[in-house]
Nanobody, 128 residues
């Protein structure tokens, strides 16, 4: 059973930084796609970043160069380092995971992948 629990959200001023963490378990540790997506009130879900089992990372254009996704495999923890935050980054952020057959994840693991499994979310608020 996939279990995902996010932490690290909060309030920050524009230009500031936050680092989100996600304790992840229950997915195929050899063949996977992990990622972050966000959803602001009244807006549709937006994929933010993803990382596949081969280390390939992908980002939405809106966060490219500002956000960094990483995985500590030893700790089964996924991170999202967010720098130069903008008010438009305000949203609930969700950690997500998907298991795949070997060799498939790198092809399908895009930043806007429609994950099935997600955590409860952590709120990020950026004030101007």
């Amino acid at each position: 059973q996939v279990q995902l629990v996010e932490s690290g959200g909060g309030s920050v001023q524009a230009g500031g930084s936050l680092k989100l963490s996600c304790a992840a378990s229950g997915y195929n540790y050899n063949s996977y796609c992990l990622g972050w997506f966000r959803q602001a009130p009244g807006k549709s879900r937006e994929g933010v970043a993803s990382i596949a089992d081969d280390g390939t990372t992908r980002y939405a254009d809106s966060v490219q160069g500002r956000f960094t996704i990483s995985l500590d495999g030893a700790k089964n923890t996924l991170y999202l380092q967010m720098n130069s935050l903008k008010p438009e980054d305000t949203a609930m952020y969700y950690c997500a995971a998907e298991s795949f057959s070997p060799g498939i994840a790198p092809q399908l693991c895009t930043s806007d992948y429609r994950f099935v499994h997600r955590g409860p979310g952590t709120q990020v608020t950026v004030s101007s």
